[in-house]
């Protein structure tokens, strides 16, 4: 919450610190579970640590990255303003089947195509999440709540809409799928070595996490945002209608979740497919919480993440379940929430004994 | 008032701390604390804002631990580990801030959490059995089985007072009595001290409204800086000799000297009703005492006034009498269903928030911390706060940081807020320097009205000395003020004009020239209802 602005030696020891002990804490606890599951530890670590020199899974860690780091992002604009969008999940479907079904029913050149999918993609995922913001702003509904159910509305309106209305597949082709994107729409690879590549989308999260952190951090509208979310009375008093905000924040959070599924729909399958990646809008608020709402903080979540998921893989090779990569990343996440939230309170109460000593008082009130 | 109790000598004191320390990261709130209560005594504990009453009453009440020095209750050494254990050793507390359930009936309210019960049922007969022996001993009447939510603050305080002694507490902690009380009130929380006393009971009680300590204690205590300077009597000392102890200096005084009044209107509130409560207000802060609105009456009747350029127009009345709902309505936040206000001439009954701020409304909000900052931003994020489309924090759709930045360290130093720099966040600050952070930030604004809502409550007095220099100084600039405050010396002291608000309508208006706090106290607590007009 506190942001770091405090020019302090310690207190960037601080904030260096915490990571490498949440880091540590999840070592330990994933240890502890693989040796009472029978698990020599020294081989995972081994093995995920021969994997970080091995060019094949980095790249696969970087692609996987990219809509970790978008889905990330589309969660940190609701936390910014204190809105838990779990629907981030549903959104992205949304999301991908619009751009899927509007890209591949028009024609444009090169370029052009490709960003009408974005926006096709923009506006889906931002109408679908238009209806937990609705609810909120009128009835008062916890976005929580509506949003985790518009999570199966979402999978199972997609399933039935890509599988019926707007099927593309032949009758007798292995996957069912809506029709191809054409070639038009299709996002060059960055690097590629035949079965390990890095897609250009990369360079769109990018962007997008500048327009994020310039959207949040530096314009009135995030100061706005920043303020209803960290006090919605005072922004009330101030003039900033915080339903209001609630409401933009809900949409640019869908909006962004929108780009999820689109690295592997213009990027990889260049049509919506039932091989589509799941659980990415799960994932994002992992990688959010790790990266602390910050955008280069989701980045490096991102690309954590995406390196558990791709290195994982190879634990099967040492007999070893790649489920335990599931239970480090849940316990990692786990470990970061405490050991930030610990840092901040140690935080508050050193910046509040500073800032009263340096003001030369002797005024702290326990009980305010 | 009685120096020469006759216990004195042969009971032993009934709290006595000694060398009391305490620490917390990087300051000192308390060092080298002493102090002796002679049982059955009333024994006061006045100091300023900040001067480390709190913190030794924590410590009194188990809070925390002092890191040195020992306590002694009724000759005995203790140590507190919890305020379970100093319940245990017969003390209670009575906080500034009422904890009761406003759906429960006071005979619940009182029980709650130390019920006594019979084959695992509250036993209700025994509890309102010790209930009225204990209101025959003390003498304190309330009806117990009245829903507690149609109190009024002093019952309320009466319950919190039987809640404590219920639990078997011999020694009374009373933080801030008489806070929100009116005068009246006051005098009827006196008469039950006293027959605490008589009956026995040792009360403690933390104040700074110097002319009631004098008037009510045995022996008063103050402390400074942390530390107590001096044990006195009413005897020795006057109000002014007191409050010089309290300050180590002297006192300023909130007199206005000369009339500053123009003749040009800034406000105008006419025929203002409101009958529903703001939507997005939810037990916000001055909105408290629950009386408000229920029953049908309206929040705002027919509330009509003027506040002209250079004019401080002052606005008493017991909290929740409708000052919170006029002032959220002149700012848009409140809802009207009749009546206009007009802001230099121009009508903004219909205008945003926004606009009306814009418009050239400056607001010291009721509760500061609530209201008026974002506690986890630094300081001059906050003096942005309500004014992110001015063009000194601005640059287009972006908030310009380095302009910013400037400006807040001009505001902080002309404000005097005591803080390292402009980076700190707002929650490192102490209350007092809040409060001049957010006069600071609606100064800079540069405002035609200032609603400044307990612009010095909570405030220490060096810092209340500042504040009341600003507003005199931005008043003869030709600033038109509305102040709502608790403290009537203020009012009276400030004001050129004041005006009586009672459940929702304003019921007098007085020349603060000759109004009295007494007078004052009369109209707030709706026993005169007069249009008593003093022009």
Redesign the interface.
């Known amino acids: 919450?506190?942001?770091i602005?405090?020019p302090d030696p310690r207190r960037v020891a601080a904030a260096i610190a915490a990571p490498l002990i949440a880091v540590a804490i999840a070592g330990g606890v994933s240890a502890v579970l693989l040796v009472l599951t029978g698990h020599d530890p020294a081989v995972v670590l081994n093995t995920l640590g021969n994997r970080l020199g091995e060019t094949n899974t980095l790249m696969d860690a970087a692609n996987r990255a990219i809509p970790l780091y978008l889905s990330g992002i589309a969660v940190a604009v609701g936390f910014k303003m204190n809105l838990f969008n779990i629907g981030v999940e549903g959104q992205y479907k949304v999301g991908a089947l619009t751009a899927a079904v509007l890209g591949a029913a028009v024609t444009l050149p090169g370029p052009l195509h490709v960003v009408f999918c974005l926006l096709a993609g923009l506006i889906g995922g931002a109408l679908w999440a238009t209806v937990p913001a609705v609810l909120k702003v009128k009835r008062g509904i916890n976005e929580v709540v509506s949003t985790i159910m518009l999570n199966f509305i979402a999978i199972s309106l997609v399933a039935w809409l890509y599988t019926g209305v707007f099927k593309g597949s032949a009758a007798g082709e292995l996957n069912t799928r809506t029709k191809y994107l054409p070639e038009s729409a299709w996002m060059p690879d960055l690097v590629s070595n035949g079965s390990h590549r890095v897609n250009s989308f990369a360079i769109v999260a990018v962007l997008v996490g500048v327009a994020y952190y310039l959207l949040v951090w530096?314009?009135?509208?995030?100061?706005?945002l920043?303020?209803s979310g960290?006090?919605?009375?005072?922004?009330?008093?101030?003039?900033?209608?915080?339903?209001k905000m609630v409401f933009r924040a809900m949409l640019i959070s869908g909006a962004a979740a929108g780009l999820v599924g689109l690295p592997e729909l213009l990027g990889d399958k260049h049509a919506y497919t039932d091989t589509f990646s799941v659980g990415l809008g799960f994932d994002g608020i992992a990688v959010a919480l790790l990266g602390r709402k910050h955008p280069i903080g989701i980045a490096i979540g991102a690309l954590v993440w995406g390196f558990l998921d791709a290195a994982g893989r190879f634990l099967d090779l040492d007999g070893i379940p790649r489920e335990i990569v599931t239970i480090l990343q849940g316990v990692i996440v786990l470990a970061v929430v405490i050991t930030y939230q610990v840092a901040e309170q140690f935080a508050?109460?050193?910046?509040?004994?500073?800032?009263?000593?340096?003001?030369?008082?002797?005024?702290?009130?326990?009980?305010? | 008032m009685s120096d020469t109790t006759p216990e004195h000598g042969t009971t032993p004191p009934a709290v006595e701390l000694r060398g009391i320390w305490k620490r917390f990261p990087g300051v000192i709130a308390n060092h080298d604390v002493n102090l002796t209560v002679r049982a059955g005594t009333i024994h006061a504990i006045v100091g300023e804002n900040g001067a480390g009453k709190s913190t030794l009453m924590n410590t009194l009440y188990g809070m925390h631990r002092p890191d040195e020095g020992t306590i002694t209750i009724a000759g005995r050494q203790v140590t507190f580990r919890s305020p379970t254990d100093a319940i245990a050793a017969g003390i209670g507390m009575v906080h500034q801030h009422f904890m009761l359930a406003d759906n429960l009936t006071v005979l619940e309210n009182i029980v709650l959490g130390a019920e006594p019960t019979h084959g695992g049922r509250i036993d209700f007969a025994a509890a309102k059995r010790r209930i009225d022996e204990l209101k025959d001993t003390y003498g304190i009447e309330i009806e117990v089985d009245q829903l507690t939510e149609h109190l009024g603050v002093g019952e309320r305080q009466r319950v919190e007072i039987l809640k404590v002694l219920y639990r078997g507490a011999r020694i009374l902690i009373l933080d801030e009595p008489t806070a929100v009380l009116v005068p009246q009130e006051v005098t009827e929380l006196f008469e039950n001290v006293r027959r605490l006393v008589d009956e026995g009971v040792t009360v403690i009680f933390i104040d700074h409204k110097l002319d009631e300590v004098l008037e009510v204690s045995d022996d008063i205590t103050v402390i400074r800086s942390g530390t107590t300077v001096a044990t006195v009597t009413p005897d020795e000392v006057d109000a002014r000799r007191l409050g010089e102890l309290m300050v180590g200096s002297e006192l300023p005084t909130p007199e206005t000297t000369t009339s500053t009044v123009t003749d040009v209107v800034e406000l105008s509130v006419s025929g203002v009703t409101a009958r529903h409560a703001a939507a997005a207000r939810h037990g916000a802060a001055g909105g408290t005492g629950g009386t408000a609105g229920s029953g049908g009456r309206p929040l705002l009747d027919d509330v009509s006034f003027e506040v002209r350029r250079g004019e401080i127009v002052g606005i008493a009345g017991v909290e929740g009498n409708g000052q919170l709902e006029l002032v959220e309505a002149i700012l848009g936040l409140q809802r009207i269903d009749a009546g206009s206000i007009h802001l230099a001439g121009d009508d903004i009954t219909s205008l945003s928030v926004r606009k009306r701020r814009h418009a050239g409304i400056g607001y010291i909000p009721f509760d500061r911390q609530r209201e008026g900052l974002l506690l986890t931003s630094p300081l001059w994020e906050n003096m942005i706060l309500g004014y992110d489309d001015a063009e000194r924090y601005v640059r287009g759709p972006w908030i310009a940081a380095g302009k910013a930045k400037t400006v807040a360290d001009a505001a902080i130093a002309r404000f005097g807020v005591k803080t390292p720099s402009n980076a700190v966040p707002a929650f490192a600050l102490s209350g007092g320097n809040q409060q001049k952070l957010i006069v600071a930030r609606e100064m800079t604004a540069n405002p035609s009205l200032l609603i400044a809502a307990h612009p010095t409550r909570g405030v220490d007095v060096g810092a209340q000395a500042a504040i009341w220099d600003e507003l005199r100084a931005a008043r003869a600039a030709g600033l038109a003020v509305l102040l709502i405050s608790a403290d009537l010396d203020e009012l009276i002291g400030l004001s050129d004009s004041l005006l009586v608000m009672f459940r929702g309508a304003v019921t007098a208006r007085l020349d603060p020239a000759t109004a009295t706090p007494t007078q004052l106290g009369m109209y707030m607590a709706g026993e005169v209802q007069s249009q008593e007009e003093v022009a």
């Open positions: 919450m506190a942001n602005r405090v530096k314009s009135r509208f995030g100061f706005q920043r303020a960290a006090n919605p009375f005072a922004a009330r008093t101030s003039g900033v209608d915080p339903t508050q109460r050193r910046i509040t004994a500073e800032t009263a000593a340096k003001a030369e008082r002797l005024d702290l009130e326990v009980a305010g």
